[in-house]
């Protein structure tokens, strides 16, 4: 039996609205330097000779999405499959191109809303899972001190930082075990990740930056368009 070489594909959940950043339309149209801030999610994964396609699952009712010219984007499939949740539109997705990626090729699901993330990042995640039985996510240890919010605004406890750390992505994980994990957990989960450990898996940490930012308030879309260079 000849043995399957894992390829790479990124798969970006983009059904959400962002409600918290108070705009009139989904947030990953958002402008940054002339452009929808997910086309520079997409970018990093168009850009990377490993990445083999990228697909964007989106509403079925997206209004928006052809009124962007993505002529530029020669890996990119669009999948009208989004669900109610993340873990809905992810496991959507993870169906829909069942036909073209094997159980074994590795699926990086990234957030639309993290335009910013770079070569380095993804060629460091990529290498160091490429022989990961469970896969990982890219993360970054939390620094700062934490506080538990109690009643009217004030502090209710600190919360020991040791060991923490804040999630990013893309989180990688093969496609066929990804998909099992997201069956099983259903929309109880937020990330991938999460999916993963409920099904008995230990994702591993890649050190990341906070570079890769996620645009989730109004103040995050104008530190984008510094780190991008606008």
């Known amino acids: 039996m000849s043995r399957h070489f894992a390829r790479y594909f990124a798969l970006l959940p983009a059904a959400g ?5 108070g705009a009139s339309h989904p947030k990953q149209y958002l402008d940054i330097l002339g452009r929808p801030m997910i086309w520079h999610a997409i970018r990093a994964f168009e850009e990377h000779p490993g990445i083999d396609r990228v697909y964007v699952v989106i509403s079925p009712d997206d209004g928006w999405w052809a009124g962007y010219d993505w002529s530029g984007c020669a890996k990119l499939s669009v999948l009208r499959r989004g669900g109610a949740t993340r873990a809905e539109t992810v496991l959507n997705g993870l169906a829909a191109i069942a036909g073209e990626v094997a159980a074994e090729d590795w699926v990086l699901v990234h957030d639309a809303a993290r335009p910013c993330l770079t070569r380095n990042l ?11 039985p469970v896969g990982g996510i890219l993360a970054t240890p939390v620094a700062d001190t934490l ?3 109690g009643r009217d605004g004030r502090i209710a406890a600190t919360v020991p930082r040791a060991d923490l750390w804040g999630a990013q992505t893309p989180q990688m994980f093969r496609h066929g075990m990804l998909r099992e994990a997201l069956e099983k957990a259903g929309n109880q989960v937020t990330d991938e990740a999460s ?4 099904s008995g898996h230990s994702p591993r940490l890649v050190e ?3 570079g890769n930012l996620k645009v989730t308030y109004p103040r995050d879309l104008e530190m984008a368009r510094l780190l991008l260079g606008g």
């Open 17 to 21: 609205v962002g409600a918290r950043m």
């Open 208 to 210: 990341s930056d906070l």
């Open 195 to 198: 999916a993963l450990e409920l």
């Open 122 to 132: 993804l060629d460091k995640l990529m290498g160091e899972l490429a022989d990961d």
């Open 147 to 149: 506080k538990r919010q």
